[in-house]
């Protein structure tokens, strides 16, 4: 089944967002039953409760005095360019508003109108499935199996046509849809590089592979999250093998505040460190940065050795003790 809902693809998506092609697939759609009375629809029962919304595209009393206008704009096909448009123009809506608070790092004020519209004209917006619900509402992939399974055929085509190098999936129930029948994709591969709290949405990080290669993302602003922190303490003890409280919590914080390293959760497996750039001076300041914080421990003066620190970051930088060396001087050169 081809989608329903037209995607909102952003005038700059091409560009992307931070240089990478950037899809956020939401949930649904509702309409709740109380608003369409009050246009007298008399078609509620089998656009929203039967889920045949397509069947009436042209007959939504709530947009019948404007369908003629504006070369066809006001149709229910179009609810997710009307919904970003109607956001970026002003309205409040709290789940863009976290979103867009969360993809861009603004924090501690109001986002403008010209801040909504130049992210949300990066990137590409479509909610998932292809009918309306009548309300807002939690649900998981098993108990709307049938219904998430029948609009991945939809999700297809969204990919084909817009080729993202990233994708952000909203809940839980839509992320496990997706990669349930990922196998139907053919040679295009998702990774999941990641789990957000934002606001009170789920928000899964999806990298897409189109030729057997992911593409590297960059890190975004905000990726400082306390989800992410409890992650890399969990690495430490899970995969690295520390009890040591208060040494977790040193190096823990060493990795949270790198801007080149994250933090990947793949299928509900243990995390796992990624490193984005594995030769650079900021690995190697890093890799020195992490043992000086196991040489200060007091009860863990001999753990965690230069080799042990590049096999936790997947680098393997040779003479990185002179490498070390090297980046201090020229550090304490360009202070005098």
């Known amino acids: 089944m081809r989608y329903f809902f037209k995607p909102r693809k952003g005038n700059r998506y091409s560009e992307g967002f931070n240089g990478v092609k950037t899809l956020v697939v939401g949930a649904y759609h509702f309409c709740w039953e109380a608003h369409a009375r009050n246009y007298e ?100 992939y098993q108990e709307r199996k049938s ?30 849809a997706v990669f349930s ?6 040679g295009t591969r998702l990774k999941l590089m990641g789990n957000h709290s934002v606001g009170s949405m789920s928000v899964w990080e999806v990298a897409v592979s189109y030729d057997g290669r992911f593409p590297i993302l960059p890190a975004l602003q905000n990726r400082k999250k306390r989800v992410r922190y409890v992650w890399y303490r969990k690495f430490l003890m899970e995969q690295m093998k520390l009890t040591e409280a208060g040494l977790i919590d040193r190096i823990a914080a ?40 196991v040489r200060h421990y007091a009860f863990n003066k001999n753990r965690l050795t230069y080799k042990d620190i590049q096999d936790m970051l997947h680098t393997d930088i040779p003479n990185i003790e002179k490498r070390i060396s090297d980046l201090n001087l020229k550090h304490r050169r360009r202070r005098d």
């Open 254 to 293: 060493v990795l949270y505040n790198a801007t080149d390293i994250i933090c990947v959760m793949e299928n509900g497996l243990a995390p796992r460190i990624e490193c984005r750039d594995r030769n650079s001076d900021r690995t190697v300041g890093l890799i020195y940065e992490i043992r000086q914080a």
């Open 181 to 186: 029948n990922a196998h139907r994709l053919g």
């Open 41 to 140: 629809c008399k078609y509620y029962d089998k656009c929203v409760r039967e889920g045949r919304s397509r069947e009436f595209d042209d007959l939504c009393p709530i947009y019948k005095d404007r369908m003629d206008l504006y070369d066809g704009y006001y149709r229910i096909s179009n609810s997710n360019i009307i919904e970003i448009d109607s956001y970026t123009e002003g309205e409040r809506c709290p789940s863009y508003g976290d979103f867009t608070h969360f993809m861009t790092g603004i924090r501690g004020r109001i986002i403008t109108q010209n801040e909504r519209l130049d992210f949300w004209n990066s990137v590409a917006f479509y909610n998932y499935i292809q009918h309306f619900l009548p309300e807002a509402e939690d649900f998981s």
């Open 147 to 176: 219904v998430l399974d029948a609009d991945f055929p939809a999700f297809m085509q969204v990919l084909e046509e817009l080729e993202p190098d990233v994708i952000y999936i909203w809940t839980d129930a839509v992320k496990d």
